[in-house]
């Protein structure tokens, strides 16, 4: 059969949902800093979320060996049944839940398995509830899959968790997802304990599944940050999503794991296969010396976080209009600049431009980040001092 074709062609076009992604500030602040670097500038990167450790010697030499074993062909989708296995008992054990490996999934990075979760559960006009402020991906994969993006705030008063009447006020007939996010990104808030059987209570009543970004499960100041899935029931309509980027300095090798409920473990396979194929052999095997070597690098990492966050908690409240509660998770400063009086979009770009401190401005995260700033303290304490005393003139001068 012969297609019938316009007389004059007409130029190629984009697929209409290419407008409706969204981004992440961070990568946009990076590269504006790095091409400032290039010019000569000094810039103090407090953008980019990750930590500036090395991945551990261990950790390395896993991935290395497996390289030299000739562990560099395609993978199961879901994962090697080592790696699945012992990321099984991580979760059981650290979430006092019992999951079977099965119901585990391995993809390149945690971004990659929420970014597919919400395209598995969400068909258009479906609402999700998601932290506001929040990782901006989870908006961007909401309206991707033509969702309907229904923001939690994140209240400053509750040390940035949320409060049971505003998830109350948010779940209906339509709500298809909630995204909980503890230690949250870019405020470091974290849910506390005792709210939990009652957030599983009101979710009960609904039919949303959860999805629980737990990938700051480890960076945590005040004890645990506890999970949703721990409460009796809820692993069963649970995504409950980690990884090894945060946790073990592994930004770059791309790998996320996720224990999820029966009836999403053969879409979610699909997606994979369909996408990205599987997650490199060598990076699974880094994973099995991470999750079962030793965790001292871990403690190490978080002590030095905690030094850190006093550090940048006290230089901020220092400065002029600037207040700051002290994060529970993460290594995120969030201050509240509104005292300042240069609107934030507008104060993080001048400190980029003239003070040479690279960070972003809450409203990137939502609405509700506005009048705010995210600092990334996975710096050195050198480099948060010099960013500091930078903060400081650039307001008093
Ligand atoms: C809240 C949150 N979830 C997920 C991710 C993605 O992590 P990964 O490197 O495993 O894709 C990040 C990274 O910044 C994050 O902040």
Redesign the pocket.
């Given at each position: 059969m012969k297609r019938s074709r316009t007389a004059e062609g007409g130029a190629p076009r984009l697929a209409e949902g290419v407008g409706r992604l969204g981004t992440e500030s961070a990568f946009a602040v990076l590269a504006r800093a790095r091409e400032l670097e290039r010019l000569g500038r000094s810039i103090v990167h407090l953008e980019i979320?990750e930590p500036d450790f090395p991945t551990p010697e261990h950790v390395a030499t896993a991935g290395i060996a497996a390289i030299r074993r000739g562990e560099t062909g395609y993978t199961p989708s879901a994962g090697l049944a080592e790696f699945r296995e012992v990321i099984a008992t991580e979760l059981a054990q650290s979430r006092e839940i019992e999951v079977a490996a099965g119901r585990v999934l391995v993809a390149n990075?945690?971004?990659l398995l929420?970014f597919l979760t919400i395209l598995a559960v969400c068909d258009p006009g479906d609402e999700v509830i998601y932290p506001d402020p929040g990782?901006p991906i989870y908006e961007s994969a909401i309206r991707w899959a033509r969702g309907l993006p229904v923001p939690l705030p994140l209240r400053e008063e509750l040390d940035h968790s949320f409060s049971l009447e505003d998830l109350s006020d948010r779940l209906g007939t339509r709500t298809k997802l909630v995204i909980i996010?503890s230690p949250n990104?870019p405020t470091g808030g974290v849910v506390p304990a005792e709210d939990l059987p009652a957030i599983a209570e009101l979710i009960r009543g609904s039919s949303a599944w959860v999805l629980s970004?737990e990938?700051y499960r480890r960076i945590a100041y005040d004890g645990d940050a506890p999970s949703i899935a721990s409460v009796p029931g809820m692993i069963e309509r649970t995504v409950l999503l980690d990884?090894l980027?945060k946790t073990y300095a592994m930004?770059g090798w791309r790998c996320?794991y996720a224990a999820v409920p029966e009836p999403l473990v053969d879409p979610l396979t699909r997606l994979i296969t369909n996408s990205v194929s599987c997650v490199p052999a060598f990076v699974q095997a880094a994973g099995v010396a991470a999750l079962t070597g030793p965790q001292d690098c871990v403690t190490a990492m978080v002590d030095e976080f905690r030094h850190r966050r006093d550090l940048v908690i006290g230089g901020l409240n220092a400065l002029p209009g600037v207040s700051c509660r002290s994060p529970r998770g993460a290594f995120y400063a969030f201050p509240d600049v509104s005292e300042v009086r240069i609107p934030s979009q507008r104060l993080a770009d001048r400190l980029l431009e003239e003070a040479g401190v690279a960070l972003l401005a809450g409203q990137g995260f939502g609405a509700h980040g506005d009048s705010h700033l995210r600092i990334s303290y996975a710096n050195s304490r050198a480099q948060l001092d010099l960013a500091l005393d930078r903060i400081r003139s650039f307001l008093s001068g």
């Open positions: 979320g990075g945690a971004k929420l990782f996010n990104n970004d990938v990884g980027s930004t996320g």
